[in-house]
């Protein structure tokens, strides 16, 4: 009897303070389910949304807002989409993003895309952020990027003319501060999906691969060629990307210790984020560094470039030889496979552009 | 309004099969609890080992662990007393060095006895099913072995590296899978998992089993493990898989790499 009281008492806690229309502490915003890709629904587990910053339709417009506009910036002169493009599915096409002081930052900026599936919910090239709304603090306030301080950021927008009454509107109250904010961001990030390359309508049967194209995956999968697949996904895994952190080889020390600089583990120096292989057209140049322009050279690196350090992950292949010594025509396939996962839908999705133009 | 529907209903099935008031005797049914521990020839290996290269296989390779994620199944229960099998048919991956699931429960409660206790490493191949199952898609970057060799998941991913004949610090990454030969048109597949006998356990309410795994084991018996010859690429490798294999389980009696532990009540 005692599990049916429980039951039963946790039955009147949730009636108490909790509704099935969203409303919260006597606010109601209008909820807004996040449209997941038949795609995903079929192979990978659902998005990661916390429970205390469900998206609505309110908070997503708001944080879409907040995504374009330049008051975030001390200056205002830059704002998250400065360095976050739609055209370069949300990255930069340089290789490091200049600050409102003219200063350069030291990693590329990484893409914006179905953030809601990564299930380790580590944000950055190295993780230091465990959340979107946590990712979303930083870069405010980093000197080297919008160098604002966060009550001056909130002050601007508390004296506009239209934002305390989005506050309102998406969550109940119009005092406007950093919690808040990060929230609507991190709300309209988790819009940004993609899946609908020609790769997902291939897996969905609407499409064919080239024999090309079909060779570069098997390229992809082949453990014996590029082994791609061990870190970067599988059909299964649409994502293309493990989210987790790897030395790739790319130097035998590091000025930039990734993942070991957030730990202070040794084991860790000098691993990076995988990222994910989606959009690649776009999201040049590549590697945490933005080292390499073009695709050729990224397939260079794993075949020929490869360099040992004590922390280079293990699924790095004939280190002493660079590589594994993919042939040109592998290289060439392997690249057309990786760009039938464009989806130029996504970057020119009206619904992802600046609405204050 | 669903949330309290659903807590409505269960409450409601809890009362209607749980009446503690009607002098019904009620079976005393326990689920199962299972920890899983990892030595080297007898010394655990704890998170603070990976990465460190310390420990010497049976051909002499010292070497390190950087990873070690696997996947077991198909816990089963066989009641010595009515020869009745208990299977909850879930299964858990395991993820040493990140600490994850090395604690598991299989969804299912069997009447406290003496039971033969038994698990699958890895998927047999009726559970095999390419792509069948979303959380191990979505594990650790997917869980998944590719179509060209026969889809279906990893069984495990041992990863590290070792001192090779040369002095050169090398990586090696012992993956296994269902034995799959690309070279031939089908691929030729051979179930590669096994069944762990844990033998004979008094299962009451609340009893632990730990579960031993000897890393040291995947490279000694009955094949001496040479990892200058086998290092990498030893998914698409048939024959290798048929030697880990060999040296996992029990085969021709050699010792396999599971053991049982501390039964606690």
């Known amino acids: 009897m005692k599990r049916c009281l429980i039951y039963f008492s946790l039955g009147f806690v949730l009636l108490s303070c909790s509704t099935d229309d969203g409303k919260v502490d006597g606010y109601t915003a209008t909820p807004l389910e996040l449209q997941i890709p038949q795609i995903f629904e079929d192979r990978i587990l659902p998005p990661v949304i916390p429970a205390d910053n469900p998206q609505t339709v309110e908070g997503v417009a708001l944080g879409r807002k907040l995504f374009f506009d330049k008051r975030l910036s001390a200056d205002n002169t830059l704002a998250c989409a400065g360095c976050h493009s739609p055209a370069n599915a949300f990255s930069d096409a340089r290789q490091f993003s200049v600050g409102i002081d003219g200063i350069e930052g030291t990693r590329n900026s990484m893409p914006l895309f179905n953030l809601a599936w990564n299930y380790n919910e580590l944000f950055f090239w190295d993780g230091r952020a465990n959340s979107i709304e946590n990712q979303a603090l930083e870069p405010v306030v980093d000197p080297i990027e919008m160098h604002n301080t966060w009550s001056e950021a909130a002050n601007s927008l508390q004296s506009d003319s239209e934002y305390p009454e989005l506050f309102q509107q998406a969550f109940g109250t119009s005092t406007i501060d950093s919690v808040l904010v990060t929230k609507a961001i991190a709300q309209f990030l988790r819009t940004l999906i993609s899946a609908n390359s020609k790769f997902d309508r291939y897996l969905m049967g609407t499409a064919e691969l080239s024999p090309e194209e079909q060779n570069g995956l098997n390229v992809f999968m082949d453990e014996n060629r590029g082994d791609c697949f061990h870190c970067h996904g599988n059909p299964n895994n649409p994502l293309w990307t493990d989210n987790i952190f790897h030395n790739n080889g790319l130097d035998e020390s590091f000025s930039d210790r990734g993942r070991g600089a957030v730990t202070g583990d040794p084991r860790e120096f000098g691993q990076f984020k995988s990222p994910s292989l989606r959009n690649l057209e776009f999201t040049a140049p590549y590697m945490h560094d933005g080292r390499f322009e073009t695709i050729e050279e990224v397939i260079d690196h794993y075949s020929e470039g490869l360099v040992y350090s004590e922390t280079i992950d293990p699924l790095m292949k004939k280190v002493a030889e660079g590589g594994v010594g993919l042939s040109e025509q592998d290289k060439a396939d392997l690249k057309a496979f990786l760009l039938t996962l464009s989806d130029p839908s996504f970057v020119n999705n009206p619904d992802f552009q600046d609405p204050n133009q | ?265």
């Open chain 2, 1 to 265: 309004m669903k949330k309290i529907a659903l807590l409505l209903a269960v409450a409601t099935a809890v009362v209607a099969c749980k009446n503690d008031d009607n002098g019904t005797p009620i079976p005393a049914d326990t689920s199962v609890d299972f920890t899983f521990s990892h030595n080297w020839d007898g010394d655990e290996i704890e998170n603070s080992d990976f990465d460190v290269i310390q420990y010497t296989n049976a051909n002499g390779e010292e070497l390190s662990i950087s990873k070690l994620v696997y996947l077991i199944s198909d816990v089963t229960f066989e009641s010595v007393t009515t020869g009745e099998v208990y299977d909850a048919g879930d299964y858990n991956l395991v993820n040493v060095r990140q600490g994850t699931n090395l604690n598991f429960t299989p969804d299912i409660e069997i009447p406290e006895g003496e039971y033969l206790v038994s698990f699958t490493f890895g998927f047999d191949d009726e559970d095999n099913i390419d792509g069948a199952y979303l959380d191990l898609n979505s594990a650790d970057g997917g869980w998944n072995v590719p179509m060209m060799l026969g889809g279906g998941y990893h069984y495990m991913r041992l990863e590290g590296k070792f001192i090779d004949n040369t002095s050169t610090e090398t990586n090696y990454a012992y993956h296994t899978i269902r034995a799959a030969d690309p070279s031939t048109t089908p691929v030729t597949l051979q179930d590669t998992s096994f069944e762990v006998d844990l033998g004979q356990i008094a299962i009451g309410s609340g009893t632990n089993i730990e579960v031993k795994m000897n890393l040291a084991q995947w490279f000694e018996d009955p094949n001496l493990w040479d990892l200058n010859v086998l290092n990498q690429m030893l998914m698409p490798n048939f024959d290798a898989q048929i030697l880990m294999h060999q040296n996992g389980s029990t085969y021709q009696n050699s010792e396999g790499v599971f053991s049982l532990g501390a039964v606690t009540q």
